[in-house]
């Protein structure tokens, strides 16, 4: 069998998370076959023996991550606790080893898909395939990137940025660009028929990958023409939705072919409320950094901010900020999203992401996407002082 080396690779690369020489990846069928000759594997090899795994990767992650991961292993107490929605779902936290150390990361990775050696590296392990230990790695990035920032905006507020410190977040972010405007135009609807909905659907979710706006497996593309929703299916790459688009009868979802986005009631009720036809989800970095910036002192809620808040929150002044969790539950951002979706260019869900909508295609829903994160980008960089 063929192994998909050369594909995953790939996307490390695009997306800014290695270069070609700092990843490498094992896969364990009857034996184990290695993407490349390292001496990282006589670390890593007797993992498959130890572990109930059958795929492992390995990174030196690229900049700016392996400063910020750096910085937030050297600061930890041996884990690092990130806050933002993709951990509490997909890691819980992130354990730091003390080195290379096959003992020792088999301690770690019984409990974690993931681990951190300092100034080493980035492990992750896939039970099955190495898409698993792919969006594990990409998660862990966007966890330490949102903590990272975050924590030095909690720092300035609360107790003050040493000397130091203040160099390594400037070095960081001198590295931190908004992200480009989108200078092409997507697909013109409305749309009818599935032959012009499909395309128009996964150019979209390619786009939004293109432009640094998801990570991952996360986020979701879904538009709606007369009684159906066509909604990307939960567990894919919006840049490889062809094939993997669910389709969701209105007044009927239970008749839903294909599976949905767990993001299906929020989309759902959107539609209800807006009458919009496409909407799209991503996980920009900033607005979700901004979205975990609170001035509410001594609040009763603190901890609970994913789940439940009850004040008005904006970023940017005219971006609304509200709280849910994944789904349909009692505190499913269905709840949340559609009501404040009506308030602003968009709406930032507490440490997840970004929703928006237009009324006939992609290109209003895309441009607005950009536009939050990009102001949300300059705010951050205004309130710490350093203007982009």
Not at 1 to 7: D, I, V
Not at 215 to 226: E, I, L, P, R, T
Not at 252 to 274: C, F, N, W
């Amino acid at each position: 069998m063929t192994e998909p080396f050369e594909m995953y690779q790939a996307r490390f690369i695009r997306d800014g998370l290695a270069e070609p020489a700092d990843v490498l990846m094992g896969v364990c069928r009857e034996d184990v076959h290695w993407s490349k000759d390292s001496p990282d594997i006589a670390v890593l090899e007797p993992l498959f023996d130890r572990l109930d795994i059958h795929c492992l990767v390995w990174i030196r992650p690229s900049e700016p991550y392996r400063s910020i991961i750096a910085y937030l292993s050297a600061d930890s107490d041996g884990t690092i606790y990130p806050k933002d929605m993709e951990t509490r779902l997909f890691l819980q936290d992130l354990p730091v080893a003390k080195g290379m150390d096959t003992d020792e990361l088999a301690g770690l990775l019984k409990q974690r898909k993931t681990a951190i050696v300092p100034e080493a590296g980035l492990i992750a392990t896939g039970r099955e395939s190495l898409k698993q230990a792919f969006v594990t790695i990409s998660s862990a990035c966007f966890a330490c990137f949102i903590h990272f920032f975050s924590a030095f905006r909690t720092a300035q507020k609360n107790r003050g940025i040493t000397p130091a410190d203040w160099q390594r977040l400037e070095h960081v972010g001198n590295m931190i660009t908004p992200p480009p405007l989108f200078d092409g135009e997507l697909a013109k609807g409305p749309f009818s028929s599935e032959a012009d909905i499909l395309p128009a659907i996964c150019e979209a979710g390619k786009q939004v990958v293109d432009l640094g706006l998801v990570d991952s497996f996360f986020g979701n593309v879904s538009y709606h023409a007369d009684d159906m929703l066509y909604i990307s299916e939960t567990g894919t790459f919006l840049d490889d939705l062809d094939g993997v688009i669910a389709r969701c009868p209105i007044d009927d979802p239970e008749k839903t072919t294909g599976k949905a986005s767990s993001e299906l009631p929020a989309h759902l009720e959107i539609i209800r409320r807006t009458g919009s036809r496409a909407i799209l989800h991503g996980h920009p970095r900033f607005s979700v950094i901004l979205s975990m910036d609170c001035d509410v002192e001594d609040c009763p809620y603190r901890g609970q901010c994913h789940r439940y808040c009850p004040y008005d929150r904006y970023a940017c002044k005219d971006i609304p900020i509200v709280s849910g969790e994944v789904g349909g539950g009692a505190y499913g951002l269905c709840h949340t999203v559609p009501k404040a979706i009506c308030r602003g260019p968009g709406v930032i869900v507490y440490g997840h992401g970004v929703f928006t909508c237009a009324e006939t295609d992609f290109n209003e829903a895309l441009l607005k996407l950009i536009d939050i994160e990009r102001r949300c980008c300059i705010e951050y960089f205004n309130a710490m002082g350093m203007a982009k």
